[in-house]
């Protein structure tokens, strides 16, 4: 299976920005969804985002929609998630996982098999 690194991760003021890198090795991310989840004290694993192989389709959380952007650079084998006006309830380890293909070009936030190590996402004034 393919491997995922994230980074990015840091600290930032409420109102902030961070752009979270998710890069694959060993295989083709073209081949891919990329998707990315999060994990908070005391919270379950949540789905964020997710990307379908061509880049052409996503989905967001509902907490996130309209802040959070998810894409794709296959050249560079590497998915982002630029988080834009960041809350004191966005900290967690954020995490990408790769999955599958899925019909239609689209993506879903469940069966995830590959996962990367997560990276750290702290806001606080």
């Known amino acids: 299976q393919l491997q995922l690194v994230e980074s990015g991760g840091g600290l930032v003021q409420p109102g902030g920005s961070l752009r979270l890198s998710c890069a694959a090795s060993g295989f083709t991310s073209r081949y891919y969804i990329i998707g990315w989840f999060r994990q908070a004290p005391g919270k379950e694993r949540e789905g964020v985002s997710c990307?379908?192989?061509?880049?052409?389709?996503?989905n967001y959380a509902g907490s996130v929609k309209g802040r959070f952007t998810i894409s794709r650079d296959n050249a560079k084998n590497t998915v982002y998630l630029k988080m834009n006006s960041l809350t004191p309830e966005d900290p967690a380890v954020y995490y990408c996982?790769?999955?599958?293909?899925?019909?239609?070009?689209?993506?879903?936030?469940?069966?995830?098999?590959?996962w990367g190590q997560g990276t750290q996402v702290t806001v606080s004034s």
């Open positions: 996982a790769a999955r599958g293909l899925y019909s239609s070009d689209s993506c879903p936030l469940r069966d995830y098999l590959s």
């Open positions: 990307i379908s192989s061509s880049g052409s389709n996503t």
